[in-house]
């Protein structure tokens, strides 16, 4: 058997992402979660800060019966040069699953590729997958899963968040038009592998065009976690990128506003947006948790086999 990770979306196919957000679905509406997880034990690594990630996943596996540890890369050997191997083989003595955020993608993959338990990607420099999972169960609950139907616009940053929308429309069939100021588009990669696969996903370097009869605009930080030293530079070149009332009334009158959060309010996005009437932000931050509940009872459930 081989073992199912969660490491990007494009390993999955759209029938089983969709069946996972529709489970999703059902669980924030009440429906009891299996037991799959009964004295399961998830560990969490986190090389970077977290907010939503680390505690939507403990509160996940708290309603599945099992149990989900912090461990922050300072209190590991990892720290002190100790491989990601040799990690991963450890763990996959002691627990049932692990959860890795850190900079680079190939250590995630190196994880997941080592331990004998299910890898889930909580965020890497490259990509975010539970982000974009956990979005478009928000854009599916308030547009449909009609995805040919969906305009979404993403204007700003083409980082880790970005690249994972990008795969989720790729793989899903919803329209999709980035803008980024030029020299922070999206990976070239991932971008030609998409298209390739999905020709409604789009580049457009002026943000007013890209929002236009738009269903959804998304926006991210200007400065990622591991680009602080670009952090000058970065508000000088984005500064046209804002999502503010302005740029929204170019799209459809009732576009969902859609941010991953932590926000800076004030760049990125005006607070008359995140506070405003169309503003997704919460519901959004919400949905990490279903989401994840359900993408870790269907990897319990699928490595069990
Ligand atoms: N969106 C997101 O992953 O938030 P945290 O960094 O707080 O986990
Ligand atoms: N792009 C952001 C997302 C944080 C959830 C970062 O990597 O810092």
Redesign the pocket.
Known sequence: MTKKDFITLTDYKAETLVKIIRRAIELKQGSTSCREAGGKVLAMIFTK??????VSFFVAMQRLGGQAMYLGSEALQLSRGETIGDTAKTLSRYVDAVMIRTFSHSDAVALAETASVPVING?TDLL?PC?ALGDVMTICEKKGFDFEKIKVAYIGDGNNVCNSLVNAAGVLGFGLTVSSPEGFEPSGDIIEKMQGINSGIVIEKDPRAAVQESDVIYTDVWVSMGDEEEEEVRKKTFSTYQVNSSLASKAKTDFIFMH???ANRGEEVTDEIMDGNNSAVFDQAEN?LHIQQALLEYLFKENKK
């Open positions: 800060p977290s907010t939503r990630t680390n965020l975010h982000q991953c959060l932590p990490r």
